[in-house]
């Protein structure tokens, strides 16, 4: 399949590589195995971060793409450290929306430490909002994504609702571990990195936590804007008492 004419059910855009993997990799490969169209976008390519190189990151990225069954990934070029909300940054996502025209994108929550990923947020809000304006002079045609979602795993928020990624939890693991560069032990940023077999704890620690809530062993959180609609009392899920 030609790039150009790949279309994705899920898109999660994100600040940085890896960002994905540490937020909702596990409903990515959920997703997959159920035989959706996953694709990412990451806005940055890494050059800023404190650890490795840009190159190594994008090799790092594809090989966890790989691992997450992502059928796509690709990232812009918005300077790292400095994702600002800006018309020329919309459009860029934009031509990507109108490309692969997902039905749902998951984006970083809204609030949190890092400026690129509260940013990207509201960037990709917008975009997703001007990419099904018909009069917009952007290249494509307008496509307005159905759901938005916001990955809140680092959030201090109460997720609408957790996906169940119980059965993926080794493999989301594994897709956080190729990025050898940020996460292999090694000297540089020892202060404000976490060590590596740290990392694995935290990794099932956070899935068991957003699990017990649902009652299921290991799940990732979102947000959604929207309330929920029930069709059927009788099929709703998580059990009261
Ligand atoms: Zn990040």
């Not at 692969?100 to 509260?118: F, M, N, Q, S």
């Amino acid at each position: 399949m030609e790039p150009s004419d790949f279309k994705a059910d899920i898109l999660a855009i994100a600040a940085h590589r890896d960002d994905v993997e540490q937020t909702c990799g596990g409903t990515m490969l959920r997703s997959a195995a159920r035989g959706l169209r996953t694709a990412i976008l990451d806005l940055t390519q890494g050059e800023a971060g404190t650890r490795g190189t840009a190159a190594q990151r994008e090799a790092e990225a594809a090989e966890a793409a790989q691992i997450l069954g992502v059928t796509s990934r690709e990232a812009l070029d918005i300077p790292d450290g400095c994702v600002e909300n800006t018309y020329e940054n919309r459009v860029k996502i934009v031509q990507v929306l109108r490309r692969i025209r997902p039905r749902v994108v998951i984006l970083p929550y809204w609030a949190g430490r890092h400026p690129d990923h509260y940013t990207t947020a509201t960037l990709g809000y917008e975009a997703c909002f001007i990419s099904g304006l018909v009069k917009m002079d952007i290249p494509g045609e307008p496509h307005r994504p159905y759901k938005i979602l916001y990955a809140s795993l680092y959030a201090d928020v109460r997720p609408s609702f957790v996906v169940d990624i119980t059965p993926h939890i080794e493999q989301r693991y594994q897709a956080l571990a190729a990025y050898r560069s940020q996460y292999a032990s090694q000297s540089a940023g020892n202060s404000i990195f976490v060590r590596e077999d740290d990392i694995r704890e935290r990794t099932f620690a956070t899935a068991r936590h957003y699990g017990l809530l649902a009652g299921v062993r290991y799940a990732e959180p979102f947000v959604q804007k929207e309330v929920g609609l029930v069709e059927d009392l009788m099929l709703l899920p998580v059990q009261s008492i």
